[in-house]
């Protein structure tokens, strides 16, 4: 059986690449929208259903249709399938230039940071946002219904990634735990893996069983853990920060923690559930 999540058709309509391989009413190439308002949108498993993950202020989703209010499609950046307010959705008119590469952001009606008068919009790392300009420090961004101005120094130009995925989820660290949360206002383990991933130019898939079938280059047990290895267990995954620590969003805490790493194996072990896999990333090896 598809996966749903990966499945690119709902039976009305599927994407024209399942042509002969699905039924659907319709086959369409998709459109491209990008979440545009409020700046974080559920990516959801059926229409006014359970949210799967969250997709971030300027992401981009390929619409397949839209219908009685919600827009069935995918996530460009790793292919994840589902429904969408579509009121949340704008069509893509330009390429975005740059990223939020810190935890959270401001943006502003006017480059005026003690203007507490101010539109205040918050932005999580991984936000894609479109620059206009540069003026004293503040990046003019496009946004809706009018420009908005964040710190130019919150911002990193698309096509320059980080290099440590570990130094990115570090910035999460006391980030509320969150089911299926993708940002700095809440996030789960597989998207703590996924947000690091991504901010390095690493794709990655977007739930923990899926990074554990596709994720790195898989290291023979006993091998000795080391900074930027990812750890599997059972419907959980988190990051080594070091060959003692683990780096993980977790519901023991309900946030995201470091936590010494025998320890934390320990733990997981106690309630049935053993370290699965242990892979290593390699920059160049395309995962996903």
Known sequence: MTDRRSLWSNG?????????????DSFSEGAEYRVTWPPLAALRSAPFGERDREILWGQEFCVLEIHNGFAFGYIRADGYAGYVD?????????QATHRVSVRQT???????????KTEQVAL??????????????WARIQGAPHDLYIPAP??????????????????????PYLWGGNSAFGIDCSGLVQIACQACGIPCPGDSDQQMAQLGDTLAPGTPPLRGDVLFWKGHVGWVADPDTLLHANAHSMSVTCEPLQMAIDRIAGQGDPVLRHARLTPCKKNF
Do not use: C, W, Y
């Open 12 to 24: 009305r309509v599927a994407h024209s690449s399942l042509k002969g391989q699905v039924d659907a």
């Open 86 to 94: 579509a009121q949340m959705l704008a069509p893509v008119e330009a």
């Open 106 to 116: 401001i943006a502003l009606a006017k480059p005026q940071f003690k203007d507490t």
């Open 124 to 137: 999580s790392l991984g936000s894609h946002v479109i620059v206009l300009g540069m003026e004293n420090g």
């Open 154 to 175: 919150h911002l990193s130009a698309i096509d320059a990634p980080d290099s440590d995925p570990v130094s990115v989820a570090e910035t999460f660290l006391g980030t």
